[in-house]
């Protein structure tokens, strides 16, 4: 019983060196901390073990384990090293709880493609349930990590506890992260973490958590020129921080040259992704063409060089227009979603307007999610019962489709999920401009 009392001390105690000091103060508000915690926990726990996203999950673990268990990095794509290096780290703190990994996911006769087979051994064997658990584990780290953030982001207690709620409940970070089992929660934490360097101005620091985002995931290279520009209108400043916010790229073209990946690393802008940007445009004449998204970014970063003094209520809510814009015009998977969340908290705890909209988001999603097909009706539960939820679950696009063309479905869910995009940007710059207004 001592044992289990000292290990229940430093867990609680950790647990408080987490929350700030202000939070710690009001007992009552401490108690609240510690049941949303405990609910968004149980939630986490409830999905962690059961689901399985095929095939991004196994793929990402599966190439990893060529690291962890010594068989090399020659099939990993320069641009994923550090990600596939942060899985193997974690694969092998977990090589003494899977004894099993040669048979579930490390089979060489397998191949170096996550394959249908790769996919049915997986969620057919014994110990799927705990390697599904331990796979999700590192990103539940980041995940509270982000949380616990949110509570040094605010000064005020009762802003703080609402965003800390908002993040432990918000249905799209569940799901990315224990649904659809991402690595989303590892850029987000970068990128909160950087934030929070900046609202304290340690510049420094900001911009190496920015570049760390960026080397795991490119979106948060969009956020790179708002900070320059908003950082000061000294030049030598700015080239400071964008200096320092590229030395995380230059250690990531270090360590891929090592591997001769350099390449694949410098033509990371060619990623198919990033052709997502470049999807909604109007042809003029000949290859005369005007990218949205493009012009768009181009006139805020404009306009905030040409009006803007920096704050770092202006830092943040730029970075949320700019994602914003993405998903108003940008084709996006699934899981992109949860790159808006954690700007939507710090707008949502701000201005409650935002939760509702933010809920007619959420039900345009899950029809928009319609369109990956069985990956999210069927295949998601399979470790549960194989053959029923890989074969026997129908789609619901197939359901939609007997009453109602299912493409026009989807495109009106997209469409309506624009538009309530669209309509926060307005009203976040609607009320920068009646702010500058007053302020005159």
């Known amino acids: 019983m001592s044992k289990i009392k000292r290990i229940a001390g430093f867990v609680k105690g950790s647990y408080l060196n987490l929350i700030p000091s202000t939070y710690r103060q009001d007992a009552s508000e401490l108690t609240t901390l510690y049941k949303w915690l405990l609910i968004g926990l149980l939630i986490r726990l409830a999905f962690m073990p059961f689901t399985v996203y095929y095939p991004d999950l196994l793929a990402v673990y599966w190439r990893s384990s060529w690291i962890a268990y010594g068989r090399g990095v020659y099939n990993i794509s320069g641009a994923d090293l550090i990600i596939h290096y942060f899985h193997a780290f974690f694969l092998w703190i977990f090589k003494p709880l899977m004894p099993y990994f040669n048979t579930i996911l490390n089979d060489p006769k397998m191949g170096s493609a996550t394959t249908w087979r790769m996919f049915q051994t997986f969620g057919m064997h014994p110990y799927v349930f705990r390697t599904l658990f331990l796979f999700k584990v590192p990103y539940l780290i980041f995940d509270l990590g982000c949380a616990f953030l949110f509570l040094r982001l605010f000064k ?115 990623l198919y992704n990033v052709d997502y940007l470049l999807r909604m445009n109007f042809s003029l004449v000949g290859l005369d063409v005007i990218f949205i998204f493009v012009a768009v970014y181009m006139v805020i970063l404009l306009s905030l060089a040409t009006y803007s003094e920096y704050s770092y209520e202006k830092l943040w809510k730029s970075m949320f227009v700019v994602m914003l814009l993405f998903f108003a015009t940008c084709h996006f998977h699934v899981h992109y979603f949860m790159w808006l969340i954690p700007l939507l908290t710090l707008q949502v705890v701000e201005d409650k307007r935002f939760t509702r909209l933010f809920i007619v988001q959420v039900l345009c999603f899950v029809v928009y999610s319609w369109q990956w097909n069985r990956h999210f009706f069927g295949y998601l539960f399979t470790p549960l019962n194989f053959p029923y939820f890989a074969w026997g679950v129908p789609n619901p696009l197939d359901i939609v489709a007997r009453f109602y063309s299912y493409t026009r479905t989807l495109g009106i869910a997209r469409s309506i999920f624009s538009a309530v995009c669209i309509w926060m940007i307005y009203l976040v710059v609607r009320e920068a401009f009646t702010k500058k207004g007053e302020a005159r």
Not at 156 to 170: E, L, T
Not at 181 to 203: D, G, H, M, P, T
Not at 214 to 236: A, D, N, T
């Open 156 to 270: 005020d207690r009762k802003r703080g506890s609402a965003a800390f709620k908002f993040w432990m409940v918000n249905p799209i970070v569940i799901f990315a992260t224990y649904i659809a089992a991402r690595y989303e929660s590892v850029v987000i934490f970068f990128v909160l973490l950087s934030l929070y360097f900046a609202k304290n101005n340690q510049w420094r620091k900001s911009a190496l958590c920015l570049g760390g985002s960026i080397i795991i995931r490119f979106y948060p290279f969009f956020f790179l020129p708002l900070f320059i520009i908003l950082r000061g209108k000294k030049w030598l400043k700015a080239l400071e921080f964008a200096f320092l916010a590229l030395v995380p790229y230059v250690f990531l073209l270090f360590l891929a040259h090592s591997f001769q990946r350099a390449g694949e690393v410098l033509g990371e802008v060619k």
